[in-house]
């Protein structure tokens, strides 16, 4: 396994996919770039000068960075867009030159990201020229043949009205004081010091889908899990009563009734929870998936402890199918 914190990477699963983790040497994440014309679905493509080829915009990971934060720094980087990702595509595995003569194992995780309003501009030393295409040019341009996989995957979910989501991100809280050493309220129980690092972790992996809303418990340890995200997005956090341990045991129909609301916003939007509030949620996750369930919700969680503290599932609705659930995935936490 990768020595960076890549292997915060659990699991993904689309209708057509799905992904137990990396298992590489060497991992690199890039996006998709998709817009839609009035001739149809284009795609973008960039020019590599060092290599004199035509590809999709990816690199490989920076220290302590997962592959989503990856995808959206790369894509920032050589063509100056901020994107957040969208289904998960596939991993496209090959060998590469390493040090020694010795060959390793390579893995480039791909998303869909669609483009809106925003004009890519290349950084003039990576890239020195994008192109928006049509699928068919695009496939004539791209110089490897592993690159006509992920094409070929988005292809199939726009067909299907799989390719235009919005995603909810449930995050477990991070690492709390133990019950055992904690003598107040439950509700006051705060984070552990590890808690507190993995929150400045979970920021930046939460922050790559780009949140419109937060919401959160109002327990202690699920507002000081958001604090870090809250402080860099400016953005309000929300708490409802709800997504509390309680009321999820006491009242687990109205925990279950806010969160089918939540799913049917258009927005996306995170919600900080905790352990025994998880099954629930995932019940309406469930729901949501329609008459996909079995393929597309192979990644999501079926047995206690469900998340990891400080764990992250990413639903991604699509927008075209009234919010159906099309693509799940599950990042573990940083730990020390």
């Not at 129909?253 to 799913?263: C, F, G, S, W, Y």
Request: glycine letters at 6%; a neutral charge.
């Amino acid at each position: 396994m990768p020595s960076s914190h890549a292997d915060r990477v659990a699991r993904w699963s689309t209708e057509d996919r799905a992904s137990e983790g990396p298992r590489a040497e060497v991992l690199a994440a890039g996006m998709l770039p998709w817009r839609r014309v009035p001739g149809g679905l284009e795609v973008m493509v960039i020019h590599r000068p060092r290599y004199d080829d035509w590809s999709w915009p990816k690199g490989k990971l920076d220290p302590g960075e997962t592959l989503p934060e990856c995808a959206v720094r790369e894509l920032r980087e050589e063509v100056g867009l901020e994107l957040r990702p969208g289904i998960p595509l596939c991993v496209t595995a090959y060998e590469v030159p390493g040090k020694r003569g010795v060959r390793q194992s390579k893995e480039v995780w791909y998303w869909a990201a669609e483009v809106d309003g925003q004009r890519a501009l290349p950084d003039g030393d990576e890239v020195d020229e994008v192109r928006w295409v049509g699928p068919d040019e695009a496939r004539r341009l791209l110089t490897n043949d592993s690159d006509h996989e992920p094409l070929d995957l988005l292809l199939r979910a726009a067909s299907r009205g799989r390719l235009r989501t919005v995603p909810l991100l449930v995050l477990r809280h991070a690492k709390a004081k133990p019950r055992s050493s904690w003598s107040r309220a439950e509700q006051e129980r705060p984070l552990a010091a590890t808690g507190r690092r993995q929150a400045l972790a979970v920021e930046g992996l939460v922050a790559a889908w780009r949140p419109e809303r937060l919401v959160s418990s109002p327990w202690r340890r699920c507002v000081e899990t958001l604090a870090p995200l809250v402080k860099s997005s400016r953005l309000a956090l929300k708490t409802k009563g709800a997504f509390t341990e309680t009321t999820a045991r006491e009242k687990p129909k109205k925990t279950r009734k806010v969160m089918a609301e939540l799913m049917g916003r258009s927005r996306p939007l995170v919600v900080c929870t905790h352990r025994p509030v998880l099954p629930t949620l995932f019940e309406v996750v469930e729901d949501a998936a329609a008459g996909q369930a079995d393929r597309v919700l192979r990644a999501l969680p079926t047995e206690d402890p469900w998340l990891r503290p400080g764990a992250v599932l990413v639903a991604h609705r699509a927008l075209d199918l009234d919010g159906d659930v099309v693509a799940v995935e599950v990042y573990d936490p940083w730990d020390d």
